[in-house]
């Protein structure tokens, strides 16, 4: 029975993600899990479930760790280039105390403070290895997304569209990983 394997599959993805549960603990669940929108979905014919899984879910999917990827990368090098001119500024600073030593205040240190915790905040933040993962993703969909148009039986589409997910859930699982460290 489809349906009861879906609520087993929710019930599951629940039981293993105790976070999920806290952040959905606002939302409704009087509702039904199984939706009127994915009853009419479930009886499209394989071809159109096909066309609306690639279009709304894999490239929708793909579109998201894509820029996501980009907007890591630019953060990353935004804050390098901050890094790098403020460890320049101190650096003037320091050859500038040298030059003038009759001037008591140079902002040696705080930039240099500052410089450091610039080096601390990428470092929390994982720009750069965050911009590797998402692309890493986002190339592993576009593999998947050209399969899709390969398939030609309900059993193929239900083992494709489990992988497709398993790649989601592995980069989220890597991301709630990540959180934790």
């Known amino acids: ?42 009886l499209l014919s394989l071809e159109q479930r096909k066309d609306l899984y690639k279009s709304l879910r894999i490239t929708d999917q793909r579109k998201w760790y894509t820029k996501k990827a980009g907007a890591n990368k630019s953060a990353f090098r935004f804050w390098v280039s901050i890094m790098v001119l403020v460890y320049l500024l101190a650096t003037l600073s320091v050859l500038l105390r040298i030059s003038f030593p009759e001037i008591k205040l140079w902002p040696t240190e705080p930039l240099t403070v500052l410089a450091a915790s610039i080096v601390g905040w990428i470092q929390i ?36 569209v489990n992988e497709a997910e398993l790649a989601f859930s592995r980069e989220h699982t890597q991301w709630v990983a990540r959180q934790h460290e």
Do not use: C, W
Not at 130 to 158: M, N, P, W
């Open 1 to 42: 029975m489809p349906r009861a394997e879906f609520r087993n599959h929710l019930r599951e993805i629940l039981k293993y993600n105790k976070q999920v549960g806290e952040n959905i603990a606002g939302y409704s669940s009087d509702e039904e899990q199984i939706t009127g929108e994915m009853e009419r979905v479930r």
């Open 125 to 160: 933040k994982k720009f750069n290895e965050l911009s590797s993962s998402y692309t890493l993703t986002a190339h592993e969909i576009g593999i998947i997304q050209g399969r899709i148009d390969e398939i030609e039986e309900e059993g193929e589409f239900s083992d494709f």
